[in-house]
Structures are given as structure tokens and as C-alpha cells.
T-cell receptor, first 114, second 111 residues
């Protein structure tokens, strides 16, 4: 079974649309994250949730809104998509709360905004 | 299914020892290869990457990795480790639009 799974793998959409990416982990971890991979392949943290509570919210546009219905799920909703949002988004989880534990990654969602 | 294997789960070295962390992948097509590092309590940082060209890639902090296509390997090396290299090291493979991370190797460097 996949430990951290995110869907969809590919997402192609028009500018201005609203879309969501879902993430689920079956590792029993307390903390989940969303990362954005830039064009140079650096991974930048966007959000972190611990037990359904937001603990990290880096400087991202407020068009991005994470939602954690329970500690095994962290979904990313994006409003009014822009060309610059095109990237690969990774979900991850770890045990450890505010201190980042060893990360386990999903396989990524390739978002293309046309 | 594609996979990335890091066979060394936990490595313990003394300072100044040489390091080699293994990474193997299972994909027959064109790949881009990466090593990321996660220092204790921090998020990932990119150490180095290989897209094409010279199979010996040099990264930050004295790390290098060699892509051996025939062995489907991309091992990470450093001639002389320091205590500050204590971290988790993740190998990752990009095939087309998919990214696959290894499960990581925990490196502990003893002063």
C-alpha cells in the first residue's frame, strides 16, 4: 500500500479555474505538508498541519487554502489559478509535530495552467 | 512500477571518514536524478541533480554523485564527512512527469 498518496497525478486546467489536490497518508503520522517544486527542482514548503491544525504557513498567495478534515488527510485547494501556479506539488508527512521529522513523500501532482 | 531503493537505511561514520550512499532505481527510460538532504528539524534542501552530460555531478557542501546508467545507480559520495552532515538523505528520480523518492538514509556523524 502506498504510504502517502496524492491525487490526481496530472492536472491540466485553464487560468481562472478552481482546483483541488488531495493527499492521504496511512502511516499514522501527526504532521502533513504541502511542498511546491520550482523550475530548478528546489522544494519549498507551503503549509504544514499538525493534528489538523495549521503550524506553518509560508508566504503563499491566499488563493491557496489547505484543508485537513482529519490528521490522515491534507487537501490543497487553489482558487483563480494563474500561469505561475504551474509546478509539481508534493504532499508529505512525518511524525514529530512542530519539529520536522523524517519526511515521507507522495509522488507529486503535476499542475499545468494554460 | 517504478521504484527508488536506498539500501543503507542507517549509516554511522566518524568525522573525516568517506561517505557513499547507494541509490538504485528501476526505470529503463530517460531519468533525471536528485539527492535531497533533510537536516534535523528542517525541511528538504537540494544537494545536487543530474539531467544530462557529465555523469559525475558536484553539489553543495562537497557532495558529489555519479550516474551509472548501466547499473541504474546514482550514488552519493563525500570524501570527508563532518558532524554537520548528520541528516536524512533522500534520492529521487524523475521520469517524465512523475517523481519518486527513496525512503531515505539516515547519516549520523560522530565527532
Amino acid at each position: 500500500d502506498t504510504a502517502v498518496s496524492q491525487t490526481p497525478k496530472y492536472l491540466v486546467t485553464q487560468m481562472g479555474n478552481d482546483k483541488s489536490i488531495k493527499c492521504e497518508q496511512n502511516l499514522g503520522h501527526d504532521t502533513m505538508y504541502w511542498y511546491k517544486q520550482d523550475s530548478k527542482k528546489f522544494l519549498k514548503i507551503m503549509f504544514s498541519y499538525n493534528n489538523k491544525e495549521l503550524i506553518i504557513n509560508e508566504t503563499v498567495p491566499n488563493r491557496f487554502s489547505p484543508k485537513s478534515p482529519d490528521k490522515a488527510h491534507l487537501n490543497l485547494h487553489i482558487n483563480s489559478l494563474e500561469l505561475g501556479d504551474s509546478a509539481v506539488y508534493f504532499c508529505a508527512s512525518s511524525q514529530g509535530g512542530a519539529r520536522v521529522g523524517k519526511l515521507f513523500f507522495g509522488s507529486g501532482t503535476q499542475l499545468s495552467v494554460l | 512500477a517504478q521504484s527508488v531503493s536506498q539500501h543503507n537505511h542507517h549509516v554511522i561514520l566518524s568525522e573525516a571518514a568517506s561517505l557513499e550512499l547507494g541509490c538504485n532505481y528501476s526505470y529503463g527510460g530517460t531519468v533525471n536524478l536528485f539527492w535531497y538532504v533533510q537536516y534535523p528539524g528542517q525541511h528538504l534542501q537540494l544537494l545536487l541533480k543530474y539531467f544530462s552530460g557529465d555523469p559525475l555531478v558536484k553539489g553543495i557542501k562537497g557532495f558529489e554523485a555519479e550516474f551509472i546508467k548501466s547499473k541504474f545507480s546514482f550514488n552519493l559520495r563525500k570524501p570527508s564527512v563532518q558532524w554537520s552532515d548528520t541528516a536524512e538523505y533522500f534520492c529521487a528520480v524523475n521520469t517524465g512527469n512523475q517523481f519518486y523518492f527513496g525512503t531515505g538514509t539516515s547519516l549520523t556523524v560522530i565527532p
